[in-house]
């Protein structure tokens, strides 16, 4: 009995240590092959452009996911972060930079965060 209590705390823990999944269901394929809704989500995160709730929520945790190389993303919030930064390096090389250089300056995170969500 006493090990079913450890393991539902540990569980428990397990589980809070991850972002909300809220938006985990996302459709990422119907955004990021939209050229007008990448774009405005790009334009959100750089800030430049507005924010709907679900970018605001995104864009909230995008500085520590980032750093930790998406240490708190559920697998599909790895797989949101992966194709969406495919599709704008491959449409956008100049967004795909300033992204960098608003979440990364220094180029430290990069190389971790590519490998943790590079088979998302």
Known sequence: MKSLLVLS???????????????????????????????????????????DETATAFKKVLPEATATACAKCTPAQK?????????????SAEDFEALGKKYDPE??????????????
């Open 9 to 51: 705390a540990v569980l428990a823990l397990v589980a809070a240590e991850t972002y909300k999944t809220d938006h985990d269901s996302l459709d990422v394929e119907s955004i990021v092959t939209n050229a007008d809704t990448l774009k405005a989500l790009t334009q959100c995160f750089l800030d430049k452009g507005d924010c």
């Open 79 to 91: 797989h949101m972060l992966r194709r969406y930064l495919e599709e704008v390096k491959k449409t």
């Open 107 to 120: 180029g430290k995170y990069v190389s971790a965060l590519r490998e943790a969500i590079s088979n998302a």
